[in-house]
């Protein structure tokens, strides 16, 4: 990005008297060239951001917008309110399940792209990891549901090797980790992509001075491969966090209400119901506003660490 | 250096890639197994026919032809518009000299940084509420549903996307400006520049933007799950195979589930492997800029 805003800076003067001629035409042209892109931004994201926040301030059931009321802070307060369901279990459930699967995807794709970066044939992995980010999520929820059956591929497993079958998705204390797990595996992929390509810019001469200096593998993973690939990898938290914090299809479709009893509800699905269930528009849109907020809120502090870490090694 | 201890880089990664393949193994095996097969103690991955009654049962509950209809016009409909509106603005964005430039781009950066969740509700009520469709008034009052009876509610929120316009500005800022000032001193105006030099150069990216579009639009399922719970026609194969499950007995549907799955699955499937290769330089391109 500050290469995009340098090179918008150098061209700029290049618009010289003998060219202002033409710069009023290309002006023109400039504007009907992004007429199409504006016109859009302006319709379904300008006005539903607008419209997101008036509706989270005010009170209105119905589709008719003559009623529409003034609310002040009412919805949050009821949203955030500490007896309710969207604070806890649900607020925490959403914290839990973007921390576990961001968590599981980023060892998982660090280890995967490290030993990827050590093997031939490496495109076909990178494929074949890539396969459930190609896989619709109504595809990856049904097959995973149908794994963790009482009489699926998982209990298969547990069975033969003479554990008792686990309830995966019907069992309020592992309904979670069970779709948190999914949703690693379903991002690993991606981040193995970013990953790989993150550690073809290590030089291989550090790896070689390393060596010459007699450190063994370990030590150069901890020591050169890891501080090299921070931008990568704080790309993939970034990323990751936003998706997993926001992300409620996979609990839809494995769970249908995010039962067992909100064990599986996130804050992003009980907007959702709140909006489409109940058409309780002015509650759903707070709990929008506060999950934005949360987003918001943690993609600045992993940028500030990032920063503070970046200073104190270099 | 890098090739040591490959038996233990070996041992991670097929033991990882046998978690990424064993799911869709399941998915393809339980879509053979007949009737009784599926959900009894012990599991077997195999089937002991190879039955096709579920897929024939796929088209027969399904519809499979007028889901597969409703994916194929939104999706097409949804790239071709992204293809055509990003290069349109990446080119104005990257090439083209004019007050406001910088503004607007920071915007377009804005953009890609508002969830879609937040959106979903107010852009939900503006398709009910669109003026003069599905009996609206001018005022957008009075109607049965707006757009959302329509294809138009699935593709209308998706055509232009700030991604898009991103990916297309940075591929064309490196387009040489020699090419271009050559045109305009033949007497091309701007449209033919961008027209006839400029699109013809930017085939690379654009299959990159074609494919991410195309397989995300393939899989968009929250939003038409929205706009066709009230209007059945309006259903993609995400959503379509997805309601099969959920309304009958699920021992019986989901081996016709997967069916339907393996169908939906492999049209995007075949694009990916034809253009895997666009598609890696893509997400790495959009990752580290």
Not at chain 1, 246 to 253: E, T
Not at chain 2, 57 to 66: D, G, H, I, K
Not at chain 2, 259 to 267: D, E, K, M, R
Request: charged share 15%.
């Amino acid at each position: 990005m500050t290469t995009a805003e340098s090179t918008l800076r150098a061209e700029a003067p290049r618009a010289t008297a003998s060219a202002r001629q033409g710069f009023h035409r290309e002006g023109r042209a400039a504007y009907l060239f992004l007429a199409p892109s504006l016109l859009f931004f302006c319709i379904f994201l300008i006005l539903p951001f607008l419209f997101a926040v008036v509706l989270a301030f005010s009170d209105w059931g119905g589709f008719d917008l003559g009623t529409i009321e003034w609310a002040g802070l009412k919805n949050f307060s009821d949203v955030l309110r500490f007896d309710g369901t969207f604070v806890k279990p649900i607020l925490v459930n959403t914290l839990l399940f973007a921390f576990g699967s961001v968590a599981l995807a980023t060892i998982g794709s660090v280890l995967v792209a490290y030993c990827i970066d050590r093997l031939s044939f490496q495109g076909f992995w990178r494929v074949l990891y890539f396969l459930p980010v190609v896989a619709t999520v109504v595809a990856i929820g049904n097959v995973w549901k149908m794994m963790y059956q009482p009489a699926g591929l998982i209990n298969g497993i547990l069975n033969k090797l003479g554990a008792n079958s686990i309830g995966f998705l019907s069992d309020a204390n592992y309904a979670l980790p069970a779709v948190t797990v999914v949703h690693a595996w379903a991002s690993i992929g991606g981040a193995v992509l970013i990953l790989t390509a993150g550690l073809k810019s290590i030089p291989e001469m550090y790896y070689e001075a390393a060596e010459v200096d007699g450190a063994n593998t370990w030590r150069m993973f901890w020591q050169i491969t890891l501080p090299l690939l921070r931008p990568s990898l704080l790309f993939v938290l970034i990323t990751q966090f936003i998706g997993g914090l926001q992300s409620f299809a996979l609990i839809i479709v494995m769970t249908t209400d995010g039962g067992p009893v909100n064990a599986t509800n996130v804050a992003a699905f009980e907007m959702y119901q709140q909006a489409f269930k109940f058409g309780a528009w002015g509650t759903a849109s707070a709990m929008a506003m506060v999950l934005f907020v949360v987003i918001l809120v943690i993609t600045l502090l992993q940028l500030y660490v990032a920063r503070r870490r970046g200073e104190e090694t270099s | 250096m890098r090739r040591r201890f490959p038996w233990f880089a070996y041992l991670v990664v097929i033991l990882g890639g046998v978690a990424m393949v064993m799911p869709f193994l399941d998915m393809v095996m339980s879509s053979f197994k007949g009737a009784g097969e599926y959900g009894v103690l012990p599991y077997k991955l195999l089937p002991e026919s190879f039955s096709l009654d579920n897929y024939r049962a796929a088209f027969e509950q399904l519809e499979l032809v007028r889901l597969f209809r409703n994916s194929v016009i939104v999706t097409i409909s949804v790239t071709v518009s992204v293809l055509v509106t990003s290069s349109m603005a990446g080119y104005a964005l990257a090439k083209l000299r004019f007050r406001g430039r910088a503004v607007i781009f920071r915007f377009i950066l804005a953009t890609m940084m508002l969830p879609p969740f937040l959106l979903l509700i107010p852009t939900f009520l503006i398709m009910l509420n669109w003026p003069l469709a599905g009996g609206n008034d001018l005022l957008g009052r009075g109607g049965d549903g707006g757009l959302t009876t329509s294809l138009l509610a699935l593709i209308l929120p998706f055509t232009v996307s700030g991604f898009g316009i991103f990916l297309m500005r940075q591929f064309m800022v490196s387009l040489p400006d020699e090419m271009l000032e050559a045109a305009r001193i033949d007497g091309a105006n701007q449209w033919q520049i961008w027209r006839l030099i400029v699109l013809p150069q930017t085939k690379p990216v654009a299959i990159t933007l074609g494919l991410i579009t195309f397989i995300g639009m393939w899989n968009e399922y929250i939003w038409t799950l929205l706009i066709s719970s009230s209007d059945p026609d309006l259903q993609t194969l995400p959503v379509g195979i997805q309601l099969l499950q959920s309304f009958l007995d699920p021992d019986r549907t989901m081996p016709i589930v997967m069916a339907g799955l393996v169908i939906s699955t492999l049209p995007v499937l075949a694009v990916f492997l034809v253009f895997q290769k666009y598609y890696v330089r893509g997400v790495v391109l959009s990752g580290l800029k």
